[in-house]
T-cell receptor
Framework: DADVTQTPRNRITKTGKRIMLECSQT?????MYWYRQDPGLGLRLIYY???????NKGEISDGYSVSRQAQAKFSLSLESAIPNQTALYFC?????????????FGQGTRLTVV | LAKTTQPISMDSYEGQEVNITCSHN???????ITWYQQFPSQGPRFIIQ???TKVTNEVASLFIPADRKSSTLSLPRVSLSDTAVYYC?????????????FGTGTLLAVQP
């Protein structure tokens, strides 16, 4: 089983619909992240959370919201989806503390807004 | 967070050694340098991390000069399967301010 699991893996939704992408992890990490990836633009940070009570905006948070339901779960919501939110979305986790650590990524969710 | 600059793309042939350099002029004392690899439609995966001098693992080597203002990821004898995007990140990875900003990375294309 994957350490970082994203659901759904693929989703097609209509403009204006609310949609939630879910992420769960079994690594016991405090930190969780949501990214989107568009062709040729690399990974852009949407939101990040350093613990259950901590939520922070990233580089491109407009049109998105998140919920950290538990240490292991971090959900990304699109309140009213629009076509330019069509992208590949990744969730990631990492440990806190220490000077060096690595991030672990989920398999990604391909979202298409029509 | 230290800003990083790396080439947008590189080409190579199978069996060659590939060196990808990343510039990070304002790296801070507590910052580590970390490289990730991403295949199409997959999440990035950690390759190597270092603080200074040289680090080597089964996948790559990381060379960091004394001033730490740049770093070079070295991939020995690349194969077609090494075609991927490579990201250089600089930051205090476990620290209170690190947000794991990835940037656009370097697209390495390996040809037969």
């Amino acid at each position: 089983d994957a350490d970082v699991t994203q659901t759904p893996r693929n989703r097609i939704t209509k403009t204006g619909k609310r949609i939630m992408l879910e992420c769960s992890q079994t690594k016991g990490h405090d930190r969780m992240y949501w990214y989107r990836q568009d062709p040729g633009l690399g990974l852009r940070l949407i939101y990040y959370s350093f613990d259950v009570k901590d939520i922070n905006k990233g580089e491109i948070s407009d049109g998105y919201s998140v919920s950290r339901q538990a240490q292991a779960k971090f959900s990304l919501s699109l309140e009213s989806a629009i076509p330019n939110q069509t992208a590949l979305y990744f969730c990631a986790t990492s440990e806190s503390g220490g000077l060096g650590t690595e991030a672990f990524f989920g398999q990604g969710t391909r979202l298409t807004v029509v | 967070l230290a800003k990083t600059t790396q080439p947008i793309s590189m080409d190579s042939y199978e069996g060659q050694e590939v060196n990808i350099t990343c510039s990070h002029n304002n790296i801070a004392t507590n910052d580590y340098i970390t490289w990730y690899q991403q295949f199409p439609s997959q999440g990035p995966r950690f390759i190597i991390q270092g603080y200074k001098t040289k680090v080597t693992n089964e996948v790559a080597s990381l060379f960091i000069p004394a001033d730490r203002k740049s770093s070079t990821l070295s991939l020995p004898r690349v194969s077609l399967s090494d075609t991927a995007v490579y990201y250089c990140l600089v930051g205090d990875m476990g620290g209170a301010t690190n947000k794991l900003i990835f940037g656009t990375g370097t697209l390495l294309a390996v040809q037969p």
